[in-house]
T-cell receptor
Framework: DVKVTQSSRYLVKRTGEKVFLECVQD?????MFWYRQDPGLGLRLIYF???????EKGDIPEGYSVSREKKERFSLILESASTNQTSMYLC?????????????FGPGTRLTVL | DQQVKQNSPSLSVQEGRISILNCDYT??????FLWYKKYPAEGPTFLIS?????DKNEDGRFTVFLNKSAKHLSLHIVPSQPGDSAVYFC????????????FGTGTRLQVTL
């Protein structure tokens, strides 16, 4: 059974704090993604990675950075958290290659920045 | 610019009836489309997909229809069940970006007894 796990389900942080969100997948997938979900805006892509140590900006990368040191782990970093980064954060992974497949999602981290 | 649009934020359907969720897209490079279902406090789960070489794909109670000329797809759920109550996201992928998905804003489906 495929699995994507995220380090925390709920997180409360203060403005200005550095925040780390961790995502681990056990499917040996090449590609990993970070999204945020906000009401009325759907899922928006923050960053993605096609391979270890590789990263690409998504649609809303401002205020975020990522790290992929190992194939199974993809971390999202909020360098200095702000209240407008309060959101549900979702990690996903998918196998590489030319075929079309679905992305598998983790359970999400509900982040509140006070 | 919203390339994938779900214009109905919510939909209420009686149990046993058909639910029809709609999705429109603007990018003609999209050639693979997916529907995801999301319960509160959980990650989205894949439901059904369709490639642009087809106009229909069926999986049990779920059928997705694709109208390429209109850049429109729809998800039909027949019969609707209370457990289908969730938020449904439409997503699209394009040639050369097979792994990267563009999502719609979601439609909240409520199936009533």
């Amino acid at each position: 059974d495929v699995k994507v796990t995220q380090s925390s389900r709920y997180l409360v942080k203060r403005t200005g704090e550095k925040v780390f969100l961790e995502c681990v997948q056990d499917m040996d997938h090449e590609n990993m993604f970070w999204y945020r979900q906000d009401p009325g805006l759907g899922l928006r892509l923050i960053y993605f990675s096609y391979d270890v140590k590789m990263k690409e900006k998504g649609d809303i990368p401002e205020g975020y950075s990522v790290s992929r040191e190992k194939k199974e782990r993809f971390s999202l970093i909020l360098e200095s958290a702000s209240t407008n980064q309060t959101s549900m954060y979702l990690c996903a992974s998918i196998t590489g290659g030319s075929g079309y497949n679905e992305q598998f999602f983790g359970p999400g981290t509900r982040l509140t920045v006070l | 610019d919203q390339q994938v649009k779900q214009n109905s934020p919510s939909l209420s359907v009686q149990e046993g009836r058909i639910s029809i969720l709609n999705c429109d897209y603007t990018n003609s490079m999209f050639d693979y489309f997916l529907w995801y279902k999301k319960y509160p406090a959980e990650g989205p789960t894949f439901l059904i997909s369709i490639s642009s070489i087809k106009d229909k794909n069926e999986d049990g109670r779920f059928t997705v229809f694709l109208n390429k000329s209109a850049k429109h797809l729809s998800l039909h759920i027949v019969p609707s069940q209370p457990g289908d109550s969730a938020v449904y996201f439409c997503a699209a992928s394009g040639t050369g970006t097979a792994s990267k998905l563009t999502f719609g804003t979601g439609t909240r489906l409520q199936v009533t007894l």
